[in-house]
């Protein structure tokens, strides 16, 4: 089931923070610490109170799940085991395409919100359907030159990644595999400094 909340437009700068997470089957190993590690990320933003903040999950493995779409911060549920299960391949390109279209879809007052969306894998793409590597090329293109977006990559072989889709270096870094909490601290302070940024 897709959780979903409506918004009311408002003067206050809205932040959607999307968190795309690889439900693959080699995060299997590390379920309990991919868990714990979102799980206090979520508890760190929800302490943050600069804005008016809404979350989209989107989990992919073989396929795309989207788990949370546009729920204010406050009420986003924790991570349960029974909502997190690894296994099959990695639809990464796919995972990319449908988080930013969610958002998109998703928009009240343009002028008044910001988007930061934060990929998280410890792969790479292998069985995406639907999305190329040059159609990710030209989102991410697309929507930065909006100005009030941001892509921000966790994962493998980062230098790459970065490089073949034209995101900035200093927007990815490598996946902690053997200790994933350090990704997720990561990612909670630049989501953090993202949030309180002016525009």
């Known amino acids: 089931m897709i959780h979903k909340y409506h918004n009311k437009t408002s003067t206050t700068m809205k932040t959607k923070i999307i968190i795309l997470l690889d439900e693959s089957l080699s995060m299997r190993k590390k379920r309990n610490e991919v868990i714990g590690g979102f799980n206090a990320f979520l508890r760190e933003q929800k302490r943050l109170k600069c804005d008016t903040s809404v979350l989209y999950l989107v989990k992919f493995n073989t396929n795309v799940n989207i788990v949370y779409s546009g729920i204010n911060v406050a009420d986003v549920p924790e991570l349960k085991h029974s909502m997190y299960s690894p296994c099959g391949r990695t639809a990464l390109f796919d995972a990319i395409s449908e988080g930013i279209h969610i958002a998109e879809e998703d928009t009240d007052d343009i002028e008044n919100e910001k988007v930061i969306c934060v990929i998280i894998t410890d792969g790479e793409e292998n ?14 293109a697309q929507y930065e030159a909006k100005g009030n977006w941001a892509f921000v990559y966790i994962g493998k072989n980062p230098e790459r990644w970065t490089k073949e889709v034209g995101m900035a270096s200093a927007h990815g870094i490598s996946y902690n595999y053997n200790e994933p909490k350090h990704s997720f601290k990561y990612i909670s302070n630049t989501v953090t400094k993202y949030r309180v940024s002016k525009f």
């Open 127 to 140: 069985c995406s359907k639907d999305t190329t590597k040059e159609q990710i090329r030209r989102f991410i």
